[in-house]
C-alpha cells in the first residue's frame, strides 16, 4: 500500500480481533497453562488474551460456535527450530490431557517451520519459528513483497522467504 494515500478512516491502531469458545473456563485454562497466554477476564462469557504484545484477541463464550477454518489461523512464534519440535513432542504427549483435537507435523511453509493445533474449540494455532517482532520485517521496506523480489535473501527476509509460485496463480486453499 502506497503510505502517501491518506485512507478514509482515521484508525491508528490494530487492538483486537475475536474468538469464539464454547466453555470459557476450559478455553481460559488452555490458554494460560498450555499456551502461555496474558488472559484478563472482561466478563462472565469473555476474556481478552495476549503474548508480547499490545493487541489482543477478545475470547467470547458461545455454546453453538462453529469450527474455526484454518486459513483463520492464529500464530504463536517461538524463538528456534528445536522449540517448534519441542513444543510438537508436548502437543502431541499431552494431546488428550488438553483437548487438543488435532497436531499436524512440523512443515517449512511460507517461508518458516511451524505446525498446527486444533484446540477444544476448534480453533486452529500455529506454532511457528519467527525473528522477534514476528512477520514485522515484511514492512520494513514499505512495499508489497512483489516490489522487492518477495525479500528472497539478504537481511529484509530473516524467515528465507522464498515466492513458491507467481501472484496471478493465487489460491483460497489452506
Known sequence: MDQSLTPVLNT???SHATLTCRDIEKSRRFYTEFLGLDVVRTSPISLATRLGGDTVIVVVQNA???EHPRQNHNGLDVATREEVDRSHSIALERQEEWGIKRVTRPVEQHGTYSFMIVDLDDN???ILLNPERGY???FAKGEDLDHFN???GGELNPNGYVR???HSEK???P
Do not use: L, V, Y
Open 12 to 14: 491508528r491502531f490494530f
Open 64 to 66: 453453538n460456535k462453529a
Open 124 to 126: 486452529w494455532w500455529e
Open 136 to 138: 514485522s520485517w515484511m
Open 150 to 152: 518477495e525479500g528472497e
Open 164 to 166: 513458491r509460485r507467481k
Open 171 to 173: 489460491t483460497d486453499a
